[in-house]
């Protein structure tokens, strides 16, 4: 038999390691800007916000959507022209949470976690 590893055949075997995992997933093309599914309005989009936010409004029902704007602003900025210092730094932000400040009716809360 002639296994080669290429591009092809680790998305195949890392999509399906995702979905057994309980995650969706969903090809490129049907969420492409041109598809109606639509998830991103570009090709250089490489965040889809609308699950993020879906996710962190899961992750963290009781925050306010000004803190979750925060949130997704705070995770999509890029922080250095380095990518490796920005995938520490976004390492950081998965392990760590991500620090938002708000005021509620009874405290501040300072940090929420991206993950749980």
Do not use: C
Not at 17 to 34: C, K, Q, T
Request: a negative charge; aromatic letters at 6%.
């Amino acid at each position: 038999m002639n296994h080669h590893l290429n591009e092809k055949s680790i998305e195949k075997v890392t999509l399906e390691w995702f979905e057994n995992l309980g995650f969706h997933v969903a090809s490129g093309p049907s969420i492409s800007p041109d598809d109606p599914g639509a998830e991103r309005s570009d090709y250089g989009q490489v965040v889809l916000e609308g699950r993020l936010r879906t996710a962190l409004e899961t992750i963290n029902p009781d925050i306010p959507a000004q803190a979750i704007d925060d949130t997704i602003r705070e995770i999509t900025r890029t922080h250095s022209p380095s990518p490796v210092e920005n995938n520490r730094h976004f390492h950081r932000m998965l392990t760590e949470g991500v620090d938002v400040s708000f005021y509620g009716r009874r405290r501040r809360n300072p940090r929420y976690p991206m993950a749980h």
